[in-house]
Nanobody, 115 residues
Framework: QVQLVESGGGLVQAGGSLRLSCAAS????????MGWYRQAPGKQRELVAA???????NYVDSVKGRFTISRDNAKNTVYLQMNSLKPEDTAVYYC?????????WGQGTQVTVSS
């Protein structure tokens, strides 16, 4: 069974940091562009960070300079380092290919930033 499993979320105060992990299993994703997405209550899911197979990265303006996406193809894992967190970063965070495929949406990991 091919799946992506997110972990590392939690409750953190504004200004704090979290590191999210996305562990892939069932097949290698090393050649796939990957992305971290988030969905806040009442809002549409958005792509916040993307990484190509050769680790070129891109970010939505609201997280530039604060979030860093990376990948370890040997571990079949994608990471999202989140620093200087703000209350508006509160959301469920998901990883998926970029563009996303329906079959790979997982449960996500909740990130809650308190003010």
């Amino acid at each position: 069974q091919v799946q992506l499993v997110e972990s590392g979320g939690g409750l953190v105060q504004a200004g704090g940091s979290l590191r999210l992990s996305c562990a892939a299993s069932g097949r290698s994703f090393s050649i796939n562009p990957m992305g971290w997405y988030r969905q806040a209550p009442g809002k549409q899911r958005e792509l916040v960070a993307a990484i190509t197979s050769i680790s070129r990265t891109n970010y939505v303006d609201s997280v530039k300079g604060r979030f860093t996406i990376s990948r370890d193809n040997a571990k079949n894992t994608v990471y999202l380092q989140m620093n200087s967190l703000k209350p508006e970063d509160t959301a469920v965070y998901y990883c998926n290919t970029n563009p996303p495929l329906l079959m790979y949406w997982g449960q996500g990991t909740q990130v809650t930033v308190s003010s």
